[in-house]
């Protein structure tokens, strides 16, 4: 044990004595890692984003169909879904994407009941709109410092319409603990929201809550129903209905899958990597030959040259998958995923002022640690095995 | 009345994969048993085969046929374990004086004792005289990259005597030393000769060869001479 022990050491110590060569590795083996770590960092963050969303949001969510293609619902949709069995409220919400500022930065009003917004959303500056109020405006944090918006400004009408030319004012700037909220979304009410797109009598969507286990029941019924749109001649509007589940589904899986491009671009970088490190360590290659020679040489029995290749293998992945945890952390952190953001975003959401939400988890940490412990096992373990199998005058010669 | 042989060499021969097509014969059916005690020197000019021979015997390397009896026990047939604990039997002074990079000579002198779970504080002191015995005890904290040439060797020396070896070898050690340095390293040889310990040198350099008890020629891979005084 004692043995053991001191040889451990001396694999401690080759790690300090060879400070190049294990730097080389460790460098190596975070080059790999890092974006890795920082993709799963953002895709981990967009999922807790998209559950407090969800948790936040209704049970179902009823939008209009005409012929195959998305439809306004009537607002009387409303009602009509409001007094189906199991369905404890049920409100309108009015989507719709402007342009704002001189550059035409995109935007979303999202034009919904005062009292129907988010639990979490709270207003840092001015207040949220009011009941009834119109042309009140609530702006993303993000938004408004990328736009220079502050309480009481009063905002160019997004375009004319039949109603006249109307000018809204920044009642508030608000912050969501979904931060990509922050970054491109102004909250009014459904009336401003319809005034902006020059709209009477519609919503983009219904949003439903049912009492407990009513959501099969009440989804069947939404969709027996023969038409939510109003008859204006263009024929019947036809409901999709899409649940909770549904939307956690897609959003993950929208998630997952570009976590699985990336896994994919992470393995073939270890796949690139594990002989880059071969190579790399090559630096060191023919005196880690000639060390091994001579420690057998001297008496050494292989298993204990391979602990202490094991053990400077250890340090090496520990260092490596470390650095790259910190690194990662710095990476989504005051640089907001810079580069790997981009893969899971698009550019609104990874504008500068934009937060980028992020989580980085104690699994796929572990993982990467055990794949960078991997990737260096093989680069040093294997040749060391080798040499260390040979006749030490072959490894000094 | 003969000693009884420590190590001995029979009927070896060592072939290697040269640069060209044909291989290299180092060794060609070489017979040689070292008594207990003796002090011998391998001589013969360059690539004669005595390094070959030397490595064979402190069961550095493997001959391609023949058999190395280390004490009675056959190194061809020993497993890897078993020639380790011979080859911690034997000291061996490296041509060139090979060293851990970057460790202090107390450390690197210290190694063969570390795989044999001696306490650091015993590793330590021992490191220390024999570094002492060597005349290196002021240099024990550099490391072997401020060590000179004639300095190195004799780590060398302390490093292949720190784990009281029953059979000493040395492959030139003099060769790149001047003479001062060169016989220093040739009383250490002959010192641990002294104390009872067999000792085997391949040299070139006469003055060691003077303090051999038997000096055994090589030539083409051959022992052609035996001469024992």
Known sequence: ?397 | MTAPVLVAALDVSRRFRGTGPAPVEALLGVTLEVERGAFVALVGPSGSGKSTLLALLGALDRPTSGRVVFDGADLLRASDAARTRVRRRIGIVFQGGPTLRRVTAVDNVGMPLVARGVPAAEREARARAALGRVGLADRAGSPPEELSGGELQRLGVARALVGDPELVLADEPTSSLDRENAAAVADLLSAAHAEGRTVVVATHDDALVARATRVVELAHGRVVADRRR
């Open chain 1, 1 to 397: 044990m004692r043995s053991a022990l001191s040889v451990a050491r001396t694999g401690l110590d080759a790690v300090a004595h060879h400070r190049l060569r294990s730097a080389v590795v460790v460098a190596c083996v975070v080059a790999a890692l890092l974006p890795y770590l920082v993709a799963l960092g953002v895709g981990h963050g967009l999922l807790d984003q998209a559950e407090v969303s969800l948790a936040e949001g209704a049970d179902l969510t009823v939008t209009g169909l005409r012929f195959g293609r998305p439809a306004p619902l009537d607002l009387a949709a409303v009602e009509t879904v409001r007094r189906l069995p199991g369905v404890t409220d049920a409100w309108p919400r009015v989507v719709g994407e402007v342009q704002l500022g001189r550059d035409g930065w995109p935007a979303v009003v999202v034009g919904v009941p005062a009292d129907r917004l988010p639990a979490s959303l709270e207003a840092v500056e001015g207040r949220l709109f009011a009941p009834g109020a119109t042309h009140e405006l609530v702006v993303g944090r993000a938004l408004a410092s990328r736009l220079a918006l502050r309480v009481g400004a009063f905002v160019p009408p997004f375009y004319e319409n039949e109603h006249g030319v109307k000018v809204s004012r920044v009642v508030g700037i608000f912050r969501a603990d979904a931060p990509l909220l922050e970054s491109n979304v102004v909250l009014t009410s459904v009336e401003t929201a319809l005034a902006v797109f020059a709209q009477q009598g519609v919503a983009t969507e219904v949003l439903v809550r049912c009492g407990p286990d009513y959501v099969p029941e009440v989804r069947r019924a939404i969709l027996a129903l023969r038409t939510l749109g109003g008859d204006d001649g263009h024929g019947p509007v036809r409901p999709r209905v899409v649940t909770r589940d549904d939307a956690r589904a897609v959003l993950t899986a929208s998630v997952l899958h570009r976590e699985g491009v990336v896994g994919l671009h992470f393995l073939l970088a270890f796949a690139v990597g594990i002989p880059l490190v071969l190579v790399t360590s090559g630096i060191g290659l023919a005196e880690r030959r000639r060390e091994v020679g001579l420690l057998k040489a001297v008496g050494w029995h292989t298993d204990q040259v391979l602990l202490r290749a094991g053990v400077e293998c250890l340090v090496l992945a520990v260092l490596a998958a470390s650095a790259s945890v910190l690194l990662a952390a710095l990476w989504l952190g005051p640089l907001r995923g810079t580069g790997v953001a981009a893969l899971f975003l698009d550019a609104t959401d990874t504008a500068p002022d934009a937060r980028i939400p992020w989580r980085l988890t104690p699994v796929p940490v572990l993982l990467a640690s055990a794949v960078a412990l991997a990737v260096v096992l093989s680069g040093t373990l294997v040749s060391t095995w080798r040499t260390a199998g040979a006749s030490p005058a072959e490894a000094l010669r």
